[in-house]
Structure formats: structure tokens, C-alpha cells
């Protein structure tokens, strides 16, 4: 079960920012005890990989603090962090269990939650970038990643504490989702 948060989390954190959880984990796989990958995620603390992810993760953090190519960045990222979602809950203890069964299972319920957490993230930047002429736009992305690297730790270190946290997310998502329609019902609205 606490496997299972753990890869919940992993692939929320990449709805967020694909390349921070998989840094994690790939990280605390090669350098502590923490996170023991299987054999065929362990591509993932292969020195080349955490160089590539590392190079990916800082164009992502720069592209995502400015306004409109924050835009065009989540469009790409529609695939990616999905993607990425599916990789980190794939590489958990619980997907390990799960392909005994199933083996597709793990990538399914990665992909699913990361896609779900990036379009909510995708679709209330826009509304931040309007509502703020483009001045939100460093805040709210820096916010993101912080949420995105404390989801990652939190999963591995603390999983049900990271289920507190998912649910937070999902309902502050649910909030902002509804705030984006009403603005868009009284933009429409005549007069």
C-alpha cells in the first residue's frame, strides 16, 4: 500500500515537472539506501541519464518562468510529464508487485495521474499569465517546482503524509479549475 502512495506521488510530482522526480529518485537510488530501483528502471541512476535529466530539468525551469513560452512549453509537456509520470510509478516497490500481474498497470496509473495533474497545471496558467500580465508567471512556476521536488521527497520518505498532500493538490486544483471557468463565464457574459 505505502508503495502504491509512493508511486501516486512520484507521478503527480511529474504532472508538475517531469524531470524533478525522476532526478529523485534516480539520485537516491545511486546514492543512498533510500530508493532501491528494479533492474529495469535502473537506467534511471545511470550517470548519463541524471546529466541528461539535470540539463532538462533547468531548460524546464527557465522555459516555465516566462509568460506565453510557459504556454508552448506545457503543450510539449503534454506528453512528457505523462510519460514521466508513468517511468516513476513504474520504477516503485508497488509497480514491481503490480507486474506480476499486470505489467502495464504501473506506467497506466503513472500516466493517468500525471496527465491529470498537467492539464490542471496547464489550463490555470494561462488564467495566472492574463490575470497578472505575464507577472505571475516566475512566482507560480517556481511554486510549482518546489511542490514538485516536495512531493517527490515526500513520496519516497513519508507516503502517506504525500497522500495529505496529493489530496491538497487535487482540491487546489479543483479551486483554481473553477476560478478559470467563472472567468471565463463573466468574459462572455455581455455587458
Known sequence: MLAALTGLGLSAAAGLNAYIP???IGLLDRHTDLVRLPAESGWLADGRVLALLAVLLAAEIVLDKI???DTVNDVIQTAVRPAAGGAA?????SAARLEEQAPWLGW???IVVALLFHLAKASVRPVVNAGTLGA???AVSTAEDAISLGMSLLAVLAPL????GLVMLAYAAYRLLRLRRR???RRAAPG
Open 22 to 24: 525522476l532526478l529523485v
Open 67 to 69: 509568460p506565453v513560452v
Open 89 to 93: 510509478f513504474a520504477a516503485t516497490e
Open 108 to 110: 497506466v496509473a503513472g
Open 136 to 138: 505571475g508567471a516566475p
Open 161 to 164: 503524509v504525500a497522500l495529505a
Open 183 to 185: 472567468l471565463k463565464r
